[in-house]
Antibody
Framework: QVQLQQWGAGLLKPSETLSLTCAVS????????WSWMRQRPGKGLEWIGH???????DYNPSLQSRVFISVDTSKNHFSLNLTSVTAADTAIYYC???????????WGQGTTVTVSS | IVLTQSPEFLAVSLGERATINCKSS????????????LAWYQQKPGQPPKLLIY???TRASGVPDRFSGSGSGTDFTLSISSLQAEDVAVYYC?????????FGQGTKLQIK
């Protein structure tokens, strides 16, 4: 059974870079897209982007200039970097397996990121 | 693509039927395989979303059969046939037909 475990810094100052990693256990990265989403306090879900294990990533145009998603098949994990963060980037960030057949079927536990000076 | 859910808040008595709607600004039906790339998720406080329905009407593994999805093209519905106390949650529709993937704004379901 595939499980996702995510981690990263939870408190950032404005202008710093958000970095999160999501490790895949019980299965392989190969053959799937891997997505990142976020949920601002009291708000709905926002898709940040996804990456196929062997191709370039696709990003939400609203974040495209600041976001980078990468995959490391040797470590069976994928990562999110978001540069120049502001208070508006304060949110719970989720990773998920993104399948064209079963949508977002496996989710990480979520990481709360707070941006504050 | 924009997904609009209705209602935003819904209160239903235990054992009664709950119905949530999701309207897409454009079709999410992929004609080559006749599949609608529309999913439904349940999110409880402090938890990540849980996949309930994919391809508009296929229940995910382990999801009780009181949950059902219907619709095609641009109009979709999630139904809970007999509301249980554990169904109190926020429900989201999600299109994965095109990027950027988009979620509806959510429907908060409570017990009346």
């Amino acid at each position: 059974q595939v499980q996702l475990q995510q981690w990263g810094a939870g408190l950032l100052k404005p202008s710093e870079t958000l970095s999160l990693t999501c490790a895949v256990s019980g299965g392989s990265l190969v053959g799937y897209n891997w997505s990142w989403m976020r949920q601002r306090p009291g708000k709905g879900l926002e898709w940040i982007g996804h990456i196929y294990y062997s191709r370039d990533a696709d990003y939400n145009p609203s974040l495209q200039s600041r976001v980078f998603i990468s995959v490391d098949t040797s470590k069976n994990h994928f990562s999110l970097n978001l540069t120049s963060v502001t208070a508006a980037d304060t949110a719970i960030y989720y990773c998920a397996r993104d399948t064209i057949t079963h949508a977002l079927d496996v989710w990480g536990q979520g990481t709360t990121v707070t941006v504050s000076s | 693509i924009v997904l609009t859910q209705s209602p935003e808040f819904l209160a239903v008595s235990l054992g009664e039927r709950a119905t949530i709607n999701c309207k897409s600004s454009q079709s999410v039906l992929f004609r080559s395989n006749n599949k609608n790339y529309l999913a439904w998720y349940q999110q409880k406080p402090g938890q990540p979303p849980k996949l309930l329905i994919y391809w508009a009407s296929t229940r995910a593994s382990g999801v009780p059969d009181r949950f059902s999805g219907s619709g095609s093209g641009t109009d979709f519905t999630l139904s809970i046939s007999s509301l249980q106390a554990e169904d109190v949650a926020v429900y989201y529709c999600h299109q994965y037909y095109d990027t950027p993937q988009v979620f509806g704004q959510g429907t908060k379901l409570q017990i009346k």
